[in-house]
């Protein structure tokens, strides 16, 4: 089982509003990654847990938290976002191992808007 | 230069044919390699990684050319369902743990 879910699909926000992002896994991953991508460019990193801690934060602004309560969960709390943060959030997960057995598996993505 | 380009196509491909397009890699040092698809507004999926010798899965084939850095996905007997952006994704070395590279995306259009 490669499975990696999120919750919600669709999310939207006024620029006042807090709100989360969730992301579970259950195949015994130690990393974990948020992305966010906009339409028609790659997934751009924005987080990455390793062994539930953070050890890169690609100078993200800080109205993105990100939270790793434990191995199998991640989340992203938004606060005060701006319409330009409107994009499709992905979370994935890796085993954090050397080579090639290192594969990311990606969420199906969060798609949030941002009023 | 960016550290992994890929030509963004798009490939247009009649049905059963082949269509073959590259992915360059800019640090020679570089770890691992893999092929995602991604379709409109979906999420990447792992279509294959690739290793040194090559390898096949089904109708596709995935080559790794460490001399000139680069990678290759040929797809044959194209189906429909193909139609799709395929992404180059590099993994670094140690020293960057954790910051996968990902090219542009190739489009690849398969039409009946």
């Known amino acids: 089982d490669t499975e990696v879910t999120q919750t919600p699909k669709h999310l939207v926000m006024g620029m006042t509003n807090k709100k989360s992002l969730k992301c579970e896994q259950h195949m015994g991953h130690r990393a974990m990654y948020w992305y966010k991508q906009k339409a028609k460019k790659p997934p751009e990193l924005m987080f990455v847990?390793?062994?539930?801690?953070?050890?890169i934060n690609e100078s993200v602004p800080s109205r993105f938290s990100p939270e790793c309560p434990n191995s199998s969960l991640l989340n992203l709390h938004l606060h005060a976002l701006q319409p330009e943060d409107s994009a499709l959030y992905l979370c994935?997960?890796?085993?954090?191992?050397?080579?090639?057995?290192?594969?990311?598996?990606f969420g199906p993505g969060t798609r949030l808007t941002v009023l | 230069r960016k550290e992994v380009e890929q030509d963004p196509g798009p490939f247009n491909v009649p049905e059963g044919a082949t269509v073959a397009f590259n992915c360059t890699y800019s640090n020679s040092a570089s770890q691992s390699f893999f092929w995602y698809r991604q379709d409109c507004r979906k999420e990447p999926k792992l279509l294959m990684s690739v290793y040194s010798s090559g390898n096949e899965d089904g109708r596709f084939t995935a080559q790794l050319n460490r001399a000139s850095q680069y990678i290759s996905l040929l797809i044959r007997d194209s189906k429909l369902s193909d139609s799709a952006t395929y992404l180059c994704?590099?993994?670094?070395?140690?020293?960057?743990?954790?910051?996968?590279?990902f090219g542009a995306g190739t489009q690849v259009v398969v039409t009946p």
């Open positions: 994935a997960s890796s085993p954090r191992t050397s080579g090639s057995a290192d594969t990311q598996y």
């Open positions: 994704v590099v993994k670094p070395v140690t020293d960057s743990w954790g910051k996968f590279q």
């Open positions: 847990y390793s062994y539930e801690k953070l050890s």
